[in-house]
């Protein structure tokens, strides 16, 4: 019942609740949509092993013989 009051209250003048809630909903898919791409994009980065990588790349020890004296100098 409170749902054919709803639509007959947006079709008789009240269609400016209804744009708002139109709007909002749309704002919260969209935040929604990319919340998960986002999470979509760090789970594939992190399965690809580009984490691994990033991690290798900036140990200090990674270099070869000069690592050894920065891990003996630290």
């Known amino acids: 019942m409170m749902l054919r009051e709803l639509r007959a ?3 008789v003048g009240q269609s400016e609740e209804c ?3 139109t709007v909002e909903y749309a704002v919260v898919v969209i935040a929604m949509l990319s919340i998960v791409v986002g999470c ?3 789970w594939r ?3 690809s ?3 691994a990588e990033i991690a290798q790349e900036a140990a200090s020890h990674a ?3 000069a690592g050894a004296i920065d891990i003996s100098l630290y």
Do not use: D, K, R, S
């Open 40 to 42: 979509a994009a760090v």
């Open 49 to 51: 092993g580009i984490f």
């Open 9 to 11: 209250a947006c079709h």
């Open 19 to 21: 744009a708002q809630a």
């Open 63 to 65: 270099l070869g013989a």
């Open 45 to 47: 980065a992190g399965t």
